[in-house]
């Protein structure tokens, strides 16, 4: 059976390179293993979700190379939770508590300074029918825990390896508030059924939930999924990463105009045994994935790299696969690839081209500080046509005639021709130029 994956973010904010990395993971060892891989809006909080931050979600993934195969919403899935509820009350999986959350604290503080865990008491159990009934007519409106087995609980992991959790030092989970709202816990678990989806590739954050939803699973009567829990990033001042404060956003890596595939390399790759190196596409890296790669240590993100890698990816580009961008800045036409073959190791982005299309296409005319070694230079430059081999053709005659050489000899050609002290390689320029243009910009300045 080809192996269903899922990526399940809360739409409650612009997501980062930690959930890229999980999303990237996902979305592309379904691709490798020909699977499906679901979008799903873990959106039933109702008070932090928002319909533009799913919007931008969908954006920002699409953006790295990721089209969902589906994608869902917990929001249109609350039927299903309720009916599900009903069952488990009826069959005794559940029960009501009614603390409060300052209750709980008070609770929680009490337990830490006794030196025992914070795990909850199950006073709620030894509640009667009369208690409750009491407890509503004060105006409580009770929560709903899942009793825990107590048991071991034991998964392979597919990067952990043997994994194992004792539900019994654990709390029982709540699975509705008392407001009515389902948590996550519960709707996960009905969702990964009702979906098919075999494999839960996440955060090693969640390991401690993974107990509770096997248990969880097992009271749905359904196999639980395959769980693997990888490493995470954190900012290079060692800071955890959050969709609230937007700090290392996938939105941000947009707005600065990075290469997505160097935002998917270093996502993907950070934190595994597998180097972060150029690759041609997604379909490459996807290759390259294994989970065996992970390491378990806790790893630093560093923006830096992904700037450095986008800078790589870009200047290694073929004219093909930059053609339609360079169109719509308006480079086009039979130059346009010689122009990219000549400027392309000189920009960080491919928004820079512009610059230099206009640069070097456009008539002009830059300041001269010795008009008389460059009436010289036009004296000496060559007759077209003009190709790679006549720059040397030419500052080989001006050597010769001035005695100048080095820096003395080029930077006033480089000024001249391209108004900047450094940039393209003169000799792919020069042919671009033609030699009435290079006359004009060799010539003094026109008086106004």
Avoid at 12 to 35: C, D, E, Q, V
Avoid at 314 to 331: C, D, N, Q, S, T
């Amino acid at each position: 059976m080809a192996p269903i994956f899922r990526f399940a973010p809360s739409p409650t904010g612009y997501i980062h390179i930690g959930n890229a990395r999980t999303a990237l993971w996902n979305a592309l060892l379904a691709r490798k293993a020909g699977g499906t891989f679901i979008l799903r809006f873990d959106d039933t909080d109702v008070e932090r979700s928002r319909a533009e931050y799913a919007e931008a979600i969908v954006e920002d993934l699409a953006w790295l190379g990721i089209v969902p195969d589906r994608i869902e919403r917990q929001s249109d899935r609350i039927a299903r939770y309720a009916a599900a509820l009903e069952d488990f009350k009826a069959r005794g999986l559940i029960y009501p508590a009614y603390e409060t959350a300052e209750e709980l604290d008070r609770k929680r503080k009490r337990q830490q300074a006794r030196g025992l865990p914070p795990v909850y008491d199950r006073a709620a159990l030894a509640l009667t029918a009369e208690d409750r009934a009491r407890l509503e007519a004060e105006g409580r409106a009770p929560h709903w825990r899942f009793k825990l087995s107590g048991k071991t609980v034991r998964w392979l992991d597919g990067v952990r390896g043997e994994c194992h959790i004792e539900t019994g030092s654990l709390s029982d989970p709540v699975l509705v508030r008392a407001d009515g709202t389902f948590l996550y816990t519960f709707a996960s678990v009905i969702d990964d059924i009702d979906m098919g989806v075999t494999d839960i590739l996440r955060g090693e954050d969640h390991v401690a939930n993974t107990a509770v939803q096997i248990e969880l699973f097992e009271g749905f009567g359904a196999v639980p999924p395959r769980f693997s829990h990888h490493n995470l990033i954190t900012s290079a001042t060692g800071e955890e990463m959050s969709k609230r404060t937007g700090a290392l956003s996938i939105r941000s890596f947009r707005a600065e105009g990075v290469d997505p595939l160097a935002v998917a390399l270093v996502a993907t790759l950070t934190g595994t045994a597998e180097p972060v190196q150029p690759l041609p596409d997604l379909a490459a890296l996807a290759e390259r994935l294994d989970l065996a790669k992970f390491s378990r240590a806790l790893t630093k993100f560093d923006p830096a790299e992904i700037r450095d890698l986008s800078k790589r990816l870009l200047h290694a580009r073929p004219f093909a696969a930059v053609a339609e961008k360079l169109a719509a800045f308006g480079i086009a036409g039979p130059q346009a690839e010689a122009f990219w073959l000549a400027i392309h190791g000189n920009v960080d982005r491919i928004e820079e081209a512009a610059e230099w299309w206009s640069l070097l296409m456009a008539p002009q005319h830059f300041p001269a500080e010795d008009p008389a070694f460059l009436a010289e230079a036009a004296a000496c430059l060559p007759e077209e046509p003009f190709d790679g081999e006549t720059w040397s053709r030419w500052v080989q005659a001006l050597q010769a005639k001035t005695g100048r050489k080095g820096k003395a000899l080029f930077m006033p050609l480089r000024l001249a021709l391209t108004g900047r002290d450094h940039g393209p390689e003169l000799r792919a320029v020069l042919p671009l130029l033609g030699r009435s243009a290079a006359l004009s910009r060799l010539a003094p300045a026109p008086r106004s």
